[in-house]
């Protein structure tokens, strides 16, 4: 195949991420079909896009008439069919293996022969949602980073059967998208994540062995390490139900005692201790 010139961009499921990732498409100057699945969520997510540029315009980043400008890129809809327009879908719906299957299969019968799929899983085999579809060659990961507006990278993910062509075209897109990108092939956690969920459990299980407090903790590594923030905020900030969460995905896959979470968070997360979003993690928010 070879890729589409990209102009319309569709973005599947508006929530965390993929809110983020639709703030950016139409920031770079492209009509972007937004799909959720009831009106409700559509417009939650065009309120949070909304509030995020008028902080721009607040700081003097961006005038009122462009925000109008960018925000009417944006069309919202429930059905999957407004996106047969569309040369890049970026799927960032549940992450559910059957769910994207479901999906991917649906949407095959919609875009055009050229149009890339791209998905933002964090955790599943990009080859394995590939497997939904009869032209897995169009299938690549775009995985972008929480907050996407604000993270610069992000992870363009070759799949057993992708195309050189999807793959370039999904790396170029992220380079229009204002972002860093860089290639790498389908393994669990890709780069940043197969590294950073290790060395963030390796932490934790320092706090109790060298028998220090997560104040303690935080301090050796950005003081000791150079690290931007401390790895207790960090873990805090990610919410630690969703960082034991991708700790136990990956365990699954690579099954190193190191990735596995330990016992201490998943005994807080059990406890609803959930860093920032719960008020309650390694440290207390008001
Ligand atoms: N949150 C993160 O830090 C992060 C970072 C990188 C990648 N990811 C990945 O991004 C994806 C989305 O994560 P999130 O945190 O934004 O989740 P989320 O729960 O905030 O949002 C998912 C949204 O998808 C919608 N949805 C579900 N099924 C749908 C469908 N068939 N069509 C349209 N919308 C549908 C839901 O209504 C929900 O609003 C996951 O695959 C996740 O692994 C998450």
């Given at each position: 195949m070879s890729a589409p010139e990209i102009r319309t961009i569709g973005v599947v499921g508006l929530g965390a991420m993929g809110a983020g990732i639709a703030q950016l498409s139409i920031e770079a100057?492209?009509?972007t079909v937004g799909r959720?699945?009831?009106d409700e969520l559509?417009?939650?997510a065009r309120d949070r896009i909304a509030h995020f540029l008028q902080r721009k315009v607040d700081k003097e980043r961006m005038t009122a008439d462009e925000r109008f400008a960018v925000l009417e890129r944006l069309a919202l809809q429930t059905e999957l069919a407004a996106l047969s327009d569309c040369d890049l879908v970026i799927e960032a719906i549940v992450e559910d293996l059957e769910a994207k299957h479901a999906?991917?299969?649906e949407l095959e019968g919609i875009v055009r022969p050229d149009a890339i799929l791209a998905t933002n899983t964090s955790a599943l085999s990009v080859t394995e949602i590939a497997s939904a579809v009869s032209t897995p060659e169009r299938v690549v990961g775009m995985h972008f980073f929480n907050p996407a507006p604000l993270m610069p990278l992000v992870?363009?993910?070759r799949?057993?059967?992708?195309s050189d062509d999807a793959v370039d075209a999904a790396y170029t897109l992220g380079e229009r998208l204002g972002k860093k990108p860089i290639r790498c092939h389908d393994t669990p956690g890709f780069v940043v994540n197969r590294i950073l969920i290790p060395l963030l459990n390796d932490c934790i299980r320092?706090?109790?062995e060298a028998r220090i407090s997560p104040e303690e903790l935080d301090t050796a590594m950005t003081a000791g390490a150079g690290w931007p923030m401390g790895p207790c905020t960090l873990?805090?900030?990610v919410g630690i139900d969703v960082h034991v969460h991708a700790s136990e995905a990956l365990y699954e896959k690579l099954r190193e005692p190191r990735i596995a979470p330990p016992p201490r968070i998943v005994a807080m997360r059990n406890a609803g201790l959930l860093g920032r979003k719960s008020g309650r993690g390694f440290y207390s928010y008001d």
């Open positions: 100057g492209y009509e959720e699945v009831t559509g417009e939650k999906l991917f299969a992870e363009i993910v799949a057993e059967l992708s320092a706090l109790d873990v805090d900030l």
